[in-house]
């Protein structure tokens, strides 16, 4: 190929700036056909963003012949399914995250398109932008001397709509049958994510979750601590029923440390050491993904290598997995194993 022509499955809101656009404004890239099951939106999203055609059936747009390489921008739930028939058909995968509603369903995905010799990547669009990049750079150079530990921490405000209202109501991320989970599949998998790209594999997690204020299905606090293959030891807190909307990741190291937002993309990293404290500020692009996205299609032309793969974003998945694996909590349940000996033994 001197040109990825590429297809999208999902063209919902996440499309409209943060990626579908990018499709066509990379370098060796073009967008030549989009689908949604509601035909008039499918139509409607084409004539917008200049896509030569839409479908609203999957299977048509991944057996057009023109199309080379499917994106999916699905709710979580139709990843999998979307993976495989993509895969059936032989053509490069680029899909929204987690690739799966469980770590099981996500390493069956990975393993598929592996057996099938069919490129998978994640839209875990971080890993292109100059900010996140820029992170790992000074990790790499020693910046802050040999790194220890992290932490992060991720808190935001619960949603207006309450436990009141009907399920079909609330907003998908925070119902599990469609997301997986909670918010820490949507948004808090971007920091263990960069974990991942700047200190490799975590070895082993453990976590707590519970749903404190009950106004929707899934946990809304998980808590946990792990390691990395590496040695260096992190910790999490994800509260989404806080009283404010903050974020940050603090890098430890032995001369200095680094903090920076996950979610504001155009936040300063901090960079503090014995020489005092340097705030480095970036500018993110119009379309966050279109940086990652051209590292796909360049991987894809053999020109580059592509940080974000399905490899990778199975390894958050399953780092999910373990500090939500403790018995999802309402207000006022104990879990029997945080129950004291002597408190068990007077019953």
């Known amino acids: 190929m001197t040109e990825v022509h590429w297809g999208i499955i999902g063209c919902g809101d996440v499309t409209e700036k943060k990626s579908g656009p990018a499709f066509r404004k990379v370098e060796g890239s073009q967008l030549v056909a989009v689908m949604r099951r509601d035909g008039r939106r499918a139509a409607d ?46 053509k490069p995968i680029y899909c929204e995250k987690p690739l799966g509603v469980s770590y099981a369903e996500s390493r069956e995905a990975v393993r598929f398109c592996a057996e099938r010799n069919v490129p998978l990547y994640a839209a875990y669009y971080r890993r292109g932008l100059e900010k996140y990049r820029k992170v790992a750079d000074l990790v790499r150079e020693g910046k802050i001397g040999e790194v220890r530990c992290v932490q992060v921490a991720m808190y935001d405000r619960g949603p207006e709509r309450t436990a009141r209202a009907e399920p079909a109501e609330l907003p998908w991320r925070v119902r599990p049958e469609v997301s997986g989970g909670g918010l820490i599949l949507d948004v808090g998998s971007h920091a263990l994510d960069l974990l991942d790209f700047y200190f490799g594999p975590i070895a082993e997690a453990k976590g707590l979750s519970s749903n404190l204020a009950g106004l929707y299905p899934a946990e809304d606090m998980v808590s946990g601590t792990w390691m990395f293959e590496s040695g260096i030891h992190g910790s999490g807190m994800w509260c ?63 020109k580059a290598a592509c940080p974000s793969t399905g490899e990778s974003a199975m390894r958050t998945d399953r780092v999910i997995e373990q500090l939500r694996a403790s018995q999802s909590l309402r207000p006022g349940d104990t879990p029997d194993g945080l129950i004291p000996k002597d408190e068990k033994d007077s019953r």
């Open 240 to 302: 989404f029923v806080a009283d404010r909307k903050e974020d940050q990741i603090q890098i430890f190291g032995t001369a200095g440390r680094i903090g920076f937002s996950v979610l504001d993309v155009d936040g300063p990293v901090s960079v503090s050491t014995g020489s005092g404290t340097e705030a480095l500020t970036f500018d993110s692009p119009e379309h966050v993904q279109q940086p990652l996205i051209q590292l796909v299609v360049d991987e894809l032309l053999g």
């Open 45 to 90: 999203y084409a004539a917008r963003h200049g896509v030569p055609r839409w479908y609203d059936d999957a299977e048509r747009l991944i057996s057009d012949p023109d199309v080379d390489a499917v994106y999916i921008a699905t709710p979580p739930v139709a990843h999998a399914a979307y993976i495989r028939q993509v895969a059936e058909a032989g």
